[in-house]
């Protein structure tokens, strides 16, 4: 049974910094690309980041320079490290895993419950 746990969130104040974290498996990252997506109230669910298993990152014109994806084999844990936060950041943040070519355009095998980021 293949689990997402996202944690991290929380609320700060403009310009500051959070950590998400995503707690996955071997069986999840060695086989499927990993991301974070972002649904704020009102609107669709848009892509943040993504790091495929080769390591290559890809980030949303928004957070690119603000926002850094990592994946920590050795704790099972992908990260979304968030600075100079912004409100409209504000959002549920989801962690996902998918297949490289479909991820990015939400398609994922696998969804986590999501944390909530507030930024004012």
């Known amino acids: 049974h293949v689990q997402l746990v996202e944690s991290g969130g929380g609320s700060v104040q403009t310009g500051g910094s959070l950590r998400l974290s995503c707690a996955t498996s071997e069986a999840v990252y060695s086989i499927y690309s990993m991301g974070w997506f972002r649904q704020a109230p009102g609107k669709g669910r848009e892509q943040v980041a993504l790091i495929d298993r080769d390591g290559g990152t890809r980030y949303a014109d928004s957070v690119k320079g603000r926002f850094t994806i990592s994946l920590d084999n050795a704790k099972n844990t992908l990260y979304l490290q968030m600075d100079s936060l912004k409100p409209e950041d504000t959002a549920m943040y989801y962690c996902?895993?998918?297949?490289?070519?479909?991820?990015?355009?939400?398609?994922?095998?696998?969804w986590g419950q999501g944390t909530q980021v507030t930024v004012s």
């Open positions: 996902a895993a998918g297949r490289r070519a479909h991820l990015w355009y939400g398609i994922a095998e696998y």
